[in-house]
């Protein structure tokens, strides 16, 4: 957060918090503007990344479920290499 945008805030906790109107210019109008669309943004964002995120979890889990079903010399190392490959994405988003 800028320093013009945490003074912003400020000018409107004082202004809010004495019952005043808030009056705001025009470029402080914007840049509140400006600075709630990128927060909406990047929750837009993390929310689809958490989406993604899930979907992986699920398919892993399912693919862990088929490997335990399998002989146990065979799903232990593949198991092994995907998670190995999932803790990767996971690091990646």
């Not at 013009?4 to 025009?26: G, M, P, R, Y």
């Not at 889990?61 to 198991?79: F, K, V």
């Amino acid at each position: 957060m800028t320093k013009s945008l945490e003074a912003l805030i400020a000018k409107i906790k004082k202004q809010t918090e004495s019952f005043d109107n808030v009056i705001l210019k025009e470029d402080e109008a914007k840049a509140l503007i400006a600075a709630l669309e990128q927060a909406q943004q990047r929750s837009e964002e993390q929310g689809r990344n958490a989406c993604e995120l899930l979907d992986e979890v699920n398919q892993q889990r399912q693919r862990i479920a088929e490997l335990e079903s399998q002989p146990h010399h065979n799903g232990m190392m593949q198991l092994s290499n995907e998670l190995a490959e999932m803790k990767r994405k996971c690091a990646v988003l």
